[in-house]
T-cell receptor, first 111, second 114 residues
Framework: GENVEQHPSTLSVQEGDSAVIKCTYSDSASNYFPWYKQELGKRPQLIIDIRSNVGEKKDQRIAVTLNKTAKHFSLHITETQPEDSAVYFCAASSGNTPLVFGKGTRLSVIA | NAGVMQNPRHLVRRRGQEARLRCSPMKGHSHVYWYRQLPEEGLKFMVYLQKENIIDESGMPKERFSAEFPKEGPSILRIQQVVRGDSAAYFC????????????FGPGTRLTVT
């Protein structure tokens, strides 16, 4: 089955700097890759997703890139703000299989 | 714009009791997924249901756990004879369709077994 690895587990950046979180997956059939943000005690919120027919997708300060050959995808947050502090999860699915999540990255943005 | 609803938000049960967790999907969504999240860990898939059907229960423990999504009413995750190891946050998510469609999460039920 699918296995998703996520790095780093914790990340601290200065406000205004960029943050990058990377995930690798094992199942070449996976073709849907969402990213979720979870604040302490809250629900995971879908922030961006990418499908395998696209190499990059951007939404304001966040972007996701996908390299299907290398089986990895990354989340990029630019101009980070304190409210970006949260745990971020990547996930992968082939569409007919359950979402498999990474273990999360705790991002701290230091003002 | 009602999102995914879950209740109760917090549930305390003594060992051996039963826990019932409820999930109402977003309007227009007919697919429900249950996940378990242990402290400092990611989300682990448990079961995927459509109305009156269990589609995939590959992540569900074989014993004590069951799920349903009746024709009328919310989806229910039932844990019988709870043990301390069942303490976790249980999230449900819903989607408009399966496959490459976004899943939206409810606020979760935090189960504590004493």
């Amino acid at each position: 089955g699918e296995n998703v690895e996520q790095h780093p587990s914790t990340l601290s950046v200065q406000e205004g700097d960029s943050a990058v979180i990377k995930c690798t997956y094992s199942d070449s059939a996976s073709n849907y890759f969402p990213w979720y943000k979870q604040e302490l005690g809250k629900r995971p919120q879908l922030i961006i997703d990418i499908r395998s027919n696209v190499g990059e997708k951007k939404d304001q300060r966040i972007a996701v890139t996908l390299n299907k050959t290398a089986k990895h995808f990354s989340l990029h947050i630019t101009e980070t703000q304190p409210e970006d502090s949260a745990v971020y999860f990547c996930a992968a699915s082939s569409g007919n299989t359950p979402l498999v999540f990474g273990k999360g990255t705790r991002l701290s943005v230091i003002a | 714009n009602a999102g995914v609803m879950q209740n109760p938000r917090h549930l305390v049960r003594r060992r051996g009791q039963e826990a019932r967790l409820r999930c109402s999907p977003m309007k227009g969504h007919s697919h429900v997924y249950w996940y378990r999240q242990l402290p400092e860990e990611g989300l682990k898939f448990m079961v995927y249901l459509q109305k009156e059907n269990i589609i995939d229960e590959s992540g569900m423990p074989k014993e004590r756990f069951s799920a349903e999504f009746p024709k009328e009413g919310p989806s229910i995750l039932r844990i019988q004879q709870v043990v301390r190891g069942d303490s976790a946050a249980y999230f449900c998510a819903s989607s408009r369709d399966r496959g490459l469609y976004e899943q939206y999460f409810g606020p979760g039920t935090r189960l504590t077994v004493t």
